[in-house]
């Protein structure tokens, strides 16, 4: 069975730091793309970030670059999103995602075949 958790959320200061991570099992991590979304209350949910476990390439969207990081462990099969200076707009619910394959390359959450359950961050001003 394919199973995709994400974990580390929780209530940070702004300007703080945290590091999510997603645990990936029941399929092969390495030929995988894996995408953090978040989604905020009442807001749409947006890709933040993609990483392909196969060749290490990132992408970020633009409210995020400079600010987090995405990287990976291949042996746990876990993917790690830093976030550092956050702040309240980045309050939301953080899922991940994985696309078989590989990264595709966009942002469209249909080409995403394994969802996660969210993992909550609250940023306080």
């Known amino acids: 069975e394919v ?5 580390g959320g929780g209530l940070v200061q702004a300007g703080g ?4 991570s997603c645990e990936a099992s029941g399929f092969t991590f390495d030929e995988y793309g894996i995408t ?3 989604q905020a209350p009442g807001k ?20 995020v670059k ?5 990287f990976s462990d291949s042996g746990k099969n876990t993917v790690y999103l830093q ?10 619910v953080y ?14 959450e249909d080409h995403r075949d394994y969802w ?10």
Do not use: I
């Not at 991940?96 to 394959?101: D, I, S």
């Open 17 to 20: 730091s945290l590091r999510l």
């Open 116 to 125: 996660g359950k969210g993992t909550l961050v609250t940023v306080a001003s």
């Open 3 to 7: 199973q995709l958790q994400a974990s």
């Open 83 to 92: 976030m550092n200076n956050l702040k309240p707009e980045d309050t939301a």
């Open 44 to 63: 749409e949910r947006e890709g933040v970030s993609r990483l392909s476990t196969s060749d290490g390439s990132t992408s970020y969207t633009d409210s």
């Open 95 to 108: 899922y991940c995602a994985a696309a078989v394959g590989g990264d595709h390359n966009d942002w469209n």
């Open 36 to 38: 953090w979304f978040r």
């Open 66 to 70: 400079g600010r987090f990081t995405v």
